[in-house]
């Protein structure tokens, strides 16, 4: 008998080779905590709970690199299933508390609980096909056998409710991901194009007389008096200076 020490995903590979690498649950190659983190200490233990399967970007390709746009594009779709799923998480657990006393009850919050296992279904395929990131599924759900055992069982399913624990979570973090990362996109394509857009503002007047194009500030409801020549003048506040002994 051949022992398997913590560290070593299996004893073999299915062609009879020994591994020569960190493995996932499918078989796959994975990384380790390290690799991703850029430490890439030797002898370090594969993470089982994810696998990368995407090479670094330098930073200067970053920008027109397509998994950026893909990672952007995860941050908008979440976003849009964010509200869904929180709505969903708040339905389930007030509908659980206020008809749980009934057959009924039963029936519908265990399938509501259970229901949160396939939200985090559609969050692990968009993590695979957007960010190129394998999450381990948990365990499938078993149905014991009886109708009374099936109702608690599904009802104490304990991945539903972490499915549920996660889109609560997830409902402000969408948002705030969303509006900073479009933010910072909207105005660094601002300052970078601002050469091609920047003939068309309306033309402002500085305060020493100057014009230029720009957008105006909202007016504060006070403005400073200014001067001409055909007009007495005396206000200490005038711009031009006029009146002033």
């Given at each position: 008998?051949?022992?398997?020490?913590?560290?070593?995903?299996?004893v073999?590979?299915?062609?009879?080779?020994?591994?020569?690498?960190?493995?996932?649950?499918?078989?796959?190659?994975?990384?380790?905590?390290p690799?991703?983190?850029?430490?890439g200490?030797?002898?370090?233990?594969?993470?089982?709970?994810?696998?990368?399967?995407?090479?670094?970007?330098?930073?200067?390709?970053?920008p027109?690199?397509?998994?950026?746009?893909?990672?952007f594009g995860?941050?908008?779709?979440a976003?849009?299933?964010a509200?869904?799923?929180?709505?969903?998480?708040?339905?389930?657990?007030?509908?659980?508390?206020?008809?749980?006393?009934?057959?009924?009850?039963?029936v519908?919050?265990?399938?509501?609980?259970?229901?949160?296992?396939?939200?985090?279904?559609?969050?692990?395929s968009?993590?695979?096909?957007?960010?190129?990131?394998d999450?381990?599924?948990?365990a499938?759900?078993?149905?014991?056998?009886?109708?009374?055992?099936?109702?608690?069982s599904?009802?104490?399913?304990?991945?539903?409710?972490r499915?549920?624990a996660?889109?609560?979570?997830?409902f402000?973090?969408?948002i705030a991901?969303?509006?900073?990362?479009?933010?910072?996109?909207?105005?660094?394509?601002?300052?970078?194009?601002?050469?091609?857009?920047?003939?068309?503002?309306?033309?402002?007047?500085?305060?020493?007389?100057?014009?230029?194009?720009?957008?105006?500030?909202?007016?504060?409801?006070?403005?400073?008096?200014?001067c001409?020549?055909?007009?007495?003048?005396?206000?200490?506040?005038?711009?031009?200076?006029?009146?002033?002994?």
């Amino acid at each position: 008998m051949t022992a398997v020490t913590p560290d070593q995903p299996s004893v073999a590979d299915p062609d009879g080779t020994t591994p020569s690498g960190p493995r996932t649950a499918d078989g796959g190659p994975g990384r380790t905590v390290p690799e991703l983190a850029g430490a890439g200490a030797p002898g370090t233990r594969t993470d089982p709970r994810f696998a990368v399967h995407r090479a670094p970007v330098p930073f200067a390709r970053a920008p027109f690199a397509g998994v950026t746009w893909r990672e952007f594009g995860f941050l908008w779709l979440a976003l849009v299933l964010a509200p869904f799923g929180f709505t969903y998480t708040v339905f389930t657990v007030s509908f659980t508390g206020g008809i749980l006393a009934t057959v009924v009850g039963l029936v519908v919050s265990s399938a509501l609980v259970l229901g949160g296992r396939g939200w985090g279904a559609m969050y692990r395929s968009m993590a695979r096909t957007m960010l190129s990131v394998d999450v381990t599924a948990p365990a499938p759900y078993v149905r014991p056998r009886g109708f009374w055992r099936t109702l608690w069982s599904g009802l104490a399913d304990g991945t539903g409710w972490r499915a549920l624990a996660f889109l609560l979570v997830t409902f402000p973090l969408a948002i705030a991901a969303a509006v900073v990362s479009t933010v910072l996109l909207a105005v660094g394509l601002g300052g970078m194009t601002h050469w091609v857009w920047s003939r068309w503002l309306p033309a402002q007047q500085a305060g020493d007389g100057t014009w230029h194009r720009g957008a105006s500030s909202a007016s504060t409801g006070t403005s400073t008096p200014r001067c001409d020549s055909s007009a007495s003048c005396s206000s200490a506040r005038c711009s031009c200076g006029c009146g002033r002994t």
